[in-house]
């Protein structure tokens, strides 16, 4: 799968790198706020396009102010309005997403 090199979420734009190897930490994907990178592994196109969905939710929780306290519909709404943005900003990423 081709990836973009960046994307943005909100106002910010993000950096996705797709390593050769595992990540340090031996995960499928690590989300860095301070330089706003999205890291992940080789993987397969499916695994690619879920682990990077769950890394956009990390950017998405910390970017609309979502903590653990937050009722069910505050954090829903979160989630709603991050992914309207993602979506109408990044056409690529999403027809990545979506397999085509």
């Known amino acids: 799968m081709k990836l973009p090199k ?3 979420i909100g106002p910010y734009r993000w950096t996705l790198v797709v390593l ?11 989300c860095h706020h301070g330089d706003r990178r999205i890291r992940m592994p080789a993987q397969s196109d ?4 879920v682990h990077l969905r769950h890394e956009i939710n990390h950017v998405i929780y910390r970017m609309m102010g979502v903590g653990p306290e ?3 519909e505050r954090v829903v709404d979160a ?3 991050g992914w309207a943005m993602v979506s109408e900003d990044n056409p690529k990423l ?3 997403l979506n397999g085509r």
Request: negative net charge; glycine residues 4%; aromatic residues 8%.
């Open 70 to 72: 937050d009722p069910e």
């Open 46 to 49: 499916a695994d690619m396009r």
């Open 20 to 30: 050769e190897e595992s990540c340090d930490d031996n995960t499928w994907g690590t």
């Open 94 to 96: 999403m027809k990545c």
């Open 79 to 81: 989630f709603a309005l």
């Open 6 to 8: 960046r994307i943005k």
